[in-house]
């Protein structure tokens, strides 16, 4: 199977290349892909926790998180 | 009278592609990116630019500060020593403009003003900045995640002139 | 070598402000539109302007950020309204002289696709409200635009309005 192709543009000469990447490029893609998923399950996990904490605080407080908005307001 | 405002080029992906890069848009003051792209992943991608002078600067060079709404919620945030300006992309068309003031000069770090609509997911304005001072000769955009921009995107690259 | 940015057509209102202002019989021949607006309302407050397209008022939907120069920016959208929404133009108690600037940019507004829509808007007139309102749209409708209407929601558009319609060619 080919690997995915770039587009180059000459805006001088208008010349268009289509250029398959080279399998190094596509393991960096890969790499890259990889990261960002990570990146993205390590950020919900984060989000998750904080909203725990939060509830949480809340909760021990006996306040609405409307009223904590307003206190900090 | 020279034109103002000129479309340097203009391209409609036959099929899907990893990135599409510029090259060789000297002889204009600013630079406008008119894309009409959306990402071949069945989710959210990401948008990247790059930009650089001889060839494509893949270094920490870049950050950006984003303002979106996602229709519920606003947010903002920064990223600096970045590989590329990421915007986001859907699997679903999107606007994207992203605006080069004073490109070619050599005395300045590079701002450029970026928007990125998508109806049914957000609106997001933000500002990417890539530290160096060469001239712009290369841009590239591409899809941040390991995707490709989908057939039938279309880019074009306008100059505008100031005198 | 044929015209990038070409003004297609322009509307200033006049003494006694105007209910809306329309253009119509649009040529296709260009590959996206541009219009700029700055207008003013004939209300008391502050009153919405709606934009619409071929007179339509179904299949509108939009995504924006709201930011007021106070508090905590918002975000909004509508699924099924029935115009894009600039929001605001200032009234007859805002400050004087001050108008809202807005741009709407269509490309591809010509295709057999829907249409998406990318609109800046801001009001400001140093006093106690002002808005910025960045907006994604999109005219679920295949048709090609032929003609864009401007009109308040409660009032009228009020003397020195204005608006300008520009076609944008790629090649």
């Not at chain 3, 507004?109 to 907006?135: L, R």
Request: charged share 15%; proline share 2%.
């Amino acid at each position: 199977m080919p690997n995915p192709t770039r587009i180059e543009i000459n805006c001088e000469t208008g010349e268009v290349l289509e250029i398959e990447l080279t399998d190094a490029e596509v393991a960096e893609r890969e790499e890259a892909r990889i990261a960002y998923e990570a990146q993205k399950a390590e950020e919900a996990t984060n989000a998750a926790l904080r909203a725990e904490q939060k509830a949480a605080l809340l909760a021990r407080l006996g306040i609405t998180a409307e009223e904590a908005e307003l206190l900090l307001g | 009278m020279p034109s103002t405002y000129e479309p340097i080029y203009t391209t409609t992906l036959n099929s899907a592609q990893a990135d599409i890069t510029f090259t060789s848009f000297s002889g204009y003051t600013d630079l406008r990116v008119v894309a009409i792209t959306a990402t071949t992943r069945g989710s959210q991608s990401g948008f990247g630019i790059q930009v650089g002078n001889g060839s494509i600067d893949t270094g920490s060079n870049y950050s950006v500060t984003r303002l979106g709404g996602n229709g519920s919620v606003a947010y903002s945030e920064r990223t600096s020593n970045q590989t590329s300006v990421a915007m986001a992309m859907q699997p679903t068309r999107s606007n994207f403009f992203i605006d080069f003031m004073n490109y070619a000069n050599t005395t300045t770090n590079k701002t450029f003003l970026i928007t990125d609509d998508n109806a049914a997911s957000y609106a997001i304005r933000a500002v990417g900045l890539w530290r160096s001072t060469s001239a712009i000769t290369h841009l590239k955009i591409f899809d941040t995640d390991g995707f490709n921009l989908i057939a039938g995107s279309t880019f074009t690259l306008y100059g505008i002139k100031a005198a | 070598m044929a015209t990038t940015f070409e003004l297609i057509a322009s509307a200033s209102v006049g003494a006694g402000g105007q209910a809306d202002i329309t253009f119509s019989s649009i040529p296709s021949t260009f590959t996206d539109l541009v219009l700029k607006v700055s207008l003013r309302a004939t209300t008391s407050g502050i009153d919405a302007t709606k934009i619409t397209f071929n007179s339509s008022s179904s299949g509108y939907s939009y995504r924006s950020i709201w930011g007021s120069g106070s508090g905590t920016p918002s975000s909004f959208n509508d699924s099924s309204a029935t115009y894009f929404q600039l929001q605001y133009a200032g009234g007859t108690s805002s400050t004087a002289s001050t108008f809202t600037n807005g741009e709407i940019y269509i490309p591809n507004y010509a295709g057999s696709t829907n249409k998406s829509v990318s609109i800046d808007q801001v009001q400001e007139d140093n006093a106690t409200t002002a808005y910025i309102v960045p907006m994604a749209g999109l005219w679920s409708n295949t048709s090609a635009i032929t003609s864009i209407q401007i009109a308040q929601t409660n009032g009228n558009l009020a003397q020195y309005s204005t608006a300008y319609l520009y076609g944008v060619k790629n090649a």
